[in-house]
């Protein structure tokens, strides 16, 4: 199960104006469609994109209004985070805020203050390291906990804490005014102060004022959001006689992963470049299915380059999708080929955090069960002119068929 996680579904007036999928050179997710199954799925009946962690919680086949109560939780798992009953986790990301002229330190949280960057200027895990440290100092309580993390993104375990209070993900406000973004309902003064405070500490670090000096932004303010309690999830196990392993970089998708009771493989960060990364998937990936059922890859597309203020040009996207056509997909369906029980099963989900009224973006899917002799159209292709007309298919109840006889 390849899954690519935020490819751009809109058209580019760089592109003709055409989309991603339709101008990439992509001849392996071609042949994939042209032999396998296309389709789209959605969540036609909800308010939410299906993309992230909550896609993959739907892929397994898990119904995401009964299991998914938010990414804290799973990123408590990942980070092997124990919570008791009446705890809260949550997402605690370090984001860049600026106001009109400055960084904002003569601001207080409001209109006046706008999301620059939600991963706090490209923040690396050891300067994160050194900012948590100075906020455990003065900001743990008995009821507030900090958890060490990955580059920007931590975890906060509230006990006793508002598991419905209001908290925006912080990507939506990106370019624009906090204000409407800020947490609300009972509790939110609470974490507003906590955020104010984190400002104060983070503001006169040295690490930051060494980003300034070099030219970066500083990570100058700790955005909690994405809270939820404790969930116990049935494991894959449990339901079906699955073993499984997942790659990932991802917190909370390595948490999902953890939950359904499936084992988790890192990728170093040491790994040289994009081309490099994948092609070791695909060993990782043979590896793993020398003794599982099922491995799950998850490539994160595009939403590094969506956190940063400055627009993506629809070029590096289409750069980005024809390494993963040439280095996973491509080794991927050789090593489906070279054997008559293994599938591939691809998704491309998309990358907006929003749903627009009336409209559900998709995510596109194939799945390839090896090479047909015949019947096959030579001018099917793996783009959403392909898939438009398919009807909208819930994951969910994609999982069994998924792993389901010949």
Not at 233 to 241: A, H, K, M, N, S
Not at 377 to 404: I, M
Request: charged letters at 25%; aromatic letters at 8%.
């Amino acid at each position: 199960m390849v899954h690519i996680d935020g490819m751009p579904t809109h058209s580019f007036d760089e592109l003709g104006p055409r989309t991603v999928l339709q101008v990439a050179n992509i001849p392996f997710l071609d042949e994939l469609a042209r032999h396998g199954e296309l389709g789209r799925f959605a969540f036609p009946e909800e308010s939410r994109v299906f993309a992230g962690e909550l896609a993959f919680l739907s892929l397994l086949g898990y119904d995401t209004q009964k299991w998914y109560v938010g990414p804290g939780v799973f990123e408590s798992m990942n980070l092997e985070v124990m919570l008791d009953r009446n705890d809260v986790a949550f997402l605690c990301d370090f984001v860049t805020l600026r106001a009109k002229d400055d960084w904002g330190d003569g601001k207080k949280l409001g209109s006046a203050l706008i999301m620059d960057d939600v991963s706090g200027g490209g923040l690396e895990t050891e300067e994160a390291r050194e900012l948590l440290d100075a906020i455990n100092e003065q900001l743990v309580s008995e009821n507030i906990q900090f958890y060490m993390g990955h580059q920007a993104r931590h975890l906060m375990v509230w006990a006793g804490g508002n598991a419905k209070i209001g908290c925006r993900d912080p990507r939506g406000a990106l370019g624009q005014s906090i204000e409407g973004f800020l947490a609300t309902g009972d509790g939110a003064e609470i974490l507003r102060e906590l955020m104010e405070a984190s400002r104060m500490i983070l503001r006169h670090h040295p690490v930051n004022q060494e980003r300034v000096n070099a030219g970066l932004k500083p990570a100058n303010c700790l955005w909690p959001w994405g809270q939820s309690k404790q969930a116990e999830l049935p494991t894959l196990q449990e339901r079906w006689p699955i073993r499984g392993a997942v790659v990932s970089q991802d917190g909370p998708y390595r948490g999902v992963a953890m939950a359904a009771g499936l084992h988790v493989v890192k990728i170093e960060d040491s790994v040289a470049n994009e081309s490099d990364r994948l092609e070791k998937m695909v060993d990782i990936a043979a590896k793993i299915l020398e003794k599982h059922d099922l491995a799950c890859l998850h490539v994160p597309f595009s939403n590094q380059m969506l956190q940063q203020e400055q627009p993506v040009s629809a070029s590096t996207f289409v750069e980005n999708l024809e390494q993963v056509d040439e280095h996973l997909i491509g080794p991927l369906q050789k090593l489906c080929d070279e054997t008559n029980e293994t599938r591939l099963f691809v998704v491309a989900t998309s990358c907006t955090n929003k749903v627009e009224e009336g409209r559900h973006p998709y995510s596109r899917y194939v799945l390839y069960e090896g090479p047909k002799a015949d019947g096959h159209q030579s001018t099917v292709a793996f783009h959403d002119e392909e898939v438009s007309d398919h009807p909208l298919q819930h994951a969910a109840n994609f999982f069994e068929r998924f792993f389901g006889k010949k």
